[in-house]
């Protein structure tokens, strides 16, 4: 704190100082002009004398006041006092604001109070009363910590003695709490509340505990437990028996007795640890990666050097999560922190499991010019020769990714394709020619996947080969090459004699029932397993053939057919509805038509009325031929399929006007000169003979 004088002008600090250097020559001079009047008495002359001495040593004090010297100005003090004990300093002699603490500086006292030095501080106290008598020590700040210190440890003596210093010093002061301590005294010397209460608390029985605290607090209110006190053993016990939950439990345990008390960050820290270990160790037999990932995000301090076990676990879960390069990062930040060799040098080989000879690089550069142990020094040594075998696997992983990429037909380099190409051909390596037929065919390049699969085939005469030449060939259409290859096969490859039902199905359902009908009914004993599509489409072939018993039959046995499900049975069911309407089951189409879903329903009327026309007009039945034309028509509005149909019908049945209509219409639109000649012909039908 800064002391505050009056504000003196230069001419009065000088005055100041030439009285404190001359105070008798000033007084001198100023009783000579006092005697100088001739009425003063003796009496009053003593006086005026007295006054001037006076009056020269209260500059002084002035001066010391403007130097802060404390000392001389409160021996100075006490001297004129003794003099004349009605004398009282002058009230401009210090800042007004002294009068309360805030005004004097009492840092000195307050600094040597606090260390325990009193006799300084009762030396400082009594300067500080001096120079304000209003100051006064706080009641509040009495400083009884030695005397609790000696409770606390028992020495009964020491506090009694502790107590008796303090109450020297503050001369008589009403301290309640030392009242309080000495009965604490007499109750703990008596065996009671204070020998309970530390007993039960250093047992553990916390509820014990806080039922005889709180009768201490009843016996005396200022007694607080001692923060450095707090017993943690039992939480570290548990900690170390691996029973993390219950080390948790002991230190909420202690915060409940213990209101606002910070656990130690080291134990919590250790505690949270080892709950992550547990939670990680359980993730990684699960294999949830993403579990630990969490965990580490959540608690990064348990996945750190005190925790290298997580630290791996973690790395590995992001290295298996695609997060590479934090991986990385993680085993870099370990061997760059972590003070202990061991640990470093193992999550170097920890890291050996990627197969990254980047990363494993980096971390051996970042530790080859550390300083490690004898033991660790070996280890290191061992991560270099991995780092050997390490490259060595490497470029046999890039070969073989090469091949893999050629396999999946995943995008290579030309320059890598063509280093590729040249390989096999020098080698005539039928491994790597089956690696480029496989990419062509991925790529549908079918030409060069043929070449290649002739070539290794023409290498090593595999299975393999004369598979993926069958593949080609059935994708290029080739089917009877296919077929012919795979019954060549067949008796040496299980897998290529499976293939060839499928390539006799395949060949059969492209075949065109309206050209191909007869054929479909020849090839169809081939089929060694029937299904749905295959019986449609043999369905269809009899139709063609105006076999409709049978073709209903075959259309019915493929609705039943297990693989006939969704559209191809309905597909199946509207087949069997044209084949009963055709053969004149009018009931049986309808039923059948019927229970088709809506949208399907017309569709199949309007096939049915078109193969009904075309029936009917290749049975001369013209009219019959021009109603089906007609209920089609309402079905398919605009509908033109049948025109051709129509306007022979019509010619037929000597209908000529609207025959010729048609015709002209037909050969507008088409131009076909067959229809000029028909409407030629409607004309000269009608002219008389």
Same mark, same amino acid.
């Given at each position: ?19 404190? &250097? ?142 008796? &210093? ?63 006190? &707090? ?19 002991? &230190? ?438």
């Amino acid at each position: 704190m800064t002391l505050h004088r009056p504000r003196l002008g230069g001419a009065a600090l000088l005055a100041l100082f030439l009285l404190a &250097v001359q105070p008798q020559a000033w007084a001198q001079q100023a009783g000579a002009e006092a005697t100088a009047g001739a009425t003063a008495s003796a009496g009053q002359q003593a006086d005026v004398a007295a006054g001037v001495a006076r009056s020269g040593r209260l500059g002084f004090l002035y001066y010391l006041a403007s130097r802060n010297d404390y000392a001389r100005l409160n021996a100075e003090i006490e001297q004129l006092k003794k003099e004349d004990p009605s004398w009282t300093p002058p009230t401009d002699l210090f800042d007004p604001q002294s009068a309360s603490r805030a005004g004097i500086d009492d840092t000195r006292f307050w600094e040597a109070y606090s260390h325990g030095d009193l006799v300084t501080a009762k030396r400082e106290m009594t300067i500080l009363r001096q120079l304000s008598p209003a100051w006064r020590f706080p009641p509040e700040a009495v400083d009884l910590t030695r005397a609790w210190a000696a409770f606390e440890s028992g020495d009964y003596a020491a506090t009694r003695r502790e107590l008796k &210093v303090m109450q020297d010093f503050h001369e008589g002061m009403e301290i309640p709490a030392a009242a309080e301590i000495l009965d604490l005294v007499a109750d703990a010397e008596s065996g009671n509340s204070v020998s309970r209460f530390w007993a039960a608390y250093k047992a553990g029985d916390l509820a014990t505990a806080k039922r005889e605290m709180e009768t201490l607090k009843r016996v005396a209110p200022s007694w607080r437990f001692p923060p450095d006190a &707090v017993d943690t053993r039992r939480a570290w016990a548990t900690y170390q028996r691996g029973d993390y939950t219950g080390a948790r439990r002991e &230190v909420e345990s202690l915060q409940d007795f213990h209101e606002g008390w910070t656990p130690p960050a080291d134990l919590m820290a250790l505690i949270e640890s080892g709950e992550v270990g547990q939670q990680v160790s359980v993730a990684v037999k699960k294999g949830d990666w993403l579990q630990i990932i969490r965990l580490h995000e959540r608690s990064p301090g348990a996945f750190g050097c005190g925790s290298p076990d997580n630290a791996w676990a973690a790395g590995k879960a992001l290295w298996s999560t695609g997060q590479r390069g934090a991986a990385g990062q993680l085993f870099a930040n370990l061997v760059d922190t972590c003070d202990n060799a061991d640990i470093r040098v193992a999550s170097i080989l920890v890291s050996e499991q990627f197969e990254d000879l980047d990363l494993f690089d980096d971390l051996i550069r970042r530790e080859r010019p550390k300083t490690r142990p004898p033991v660790a020094e070996r280890t290191f040594g061992r991560a270099l020769a991995d780092r050997e075998a390490m490259a060595k696997r490497a470029v046999a992983r890039r070969d073989a990714a090469v091949e893999a990429a050629l396999y999946k037909g995943d995008a290579i380099s030309p320059d890598q394709l063509e280093a590729t190409i040249q390989q096999a051909n020098s080698q005539r390596n039928p491994k790597l020619a089956m690696a480029i037929a496989w990419n062509a065919m991925n790529r549908k390049d079918f030409d060069r996947a043929g070449r290649w699969f002739e070539t290794a085939l023409q290498w090593a005469n595999t299975p393999e080969a004369a598979r993926g030449l069958i593949l080609v060939q059935r994708e290029q259409g080739q089917l009877e090459s296919a077929i012919s290859l795979a019954r060549t096969w067949a008796p040496r490859s299980a897998e290529i004699a499976a293939m060839v039902p499928e390539l006799d199905r395949q060949r059969f359902l492209i075949l065109d029932p309206k050209k191909d009908a007869a054929r479909i009914l020849a090839e169809y004993p081939k089929i060694t397993s029937p299904d749905a599509a295959t019986r449609m489409h043999r369905g269809w072939a009899l139709v063609e053939l105006k076999r409709y018993p049978e073709a209903l039959n075959e259309f019915t046995a493929a609705m039943r057919d297990g693989s006939a499900t969704g559209e191809r049975k309905a597909s199946a069911q509207a087949g069997a509805a044209l084949a009963a309407a055709l053969m004149g089951s009018t009931d049986t189409a309808s039923q059948l038509t019927a229970a088709l879903p809506a949208d399907q329903q017309t569709a199949t009327r309007a096939i049915i009325e078109f193969q009904r026309a075309i029936d009917a007009y290749e049975g001369k039945r013209f009219e019959e031929a021009l109603i089906a034309i007609n209920r089609r028509r309402q079905l398919v509005p605009g509908d033109t399929s049948l025109d051709p149909i129509e306007a022979w019908s019509l010619f037929r049945l000597e209908r000529y006007d609207e025959a010729r209509q048609r015709f002209r219409k037909l050969a507008a639109t088409t131009g076909d000169p067959v229809y000029k000649a028909a409407v030629v012909s409607t004309v000269q039908r009608q002219q008389p003979q």
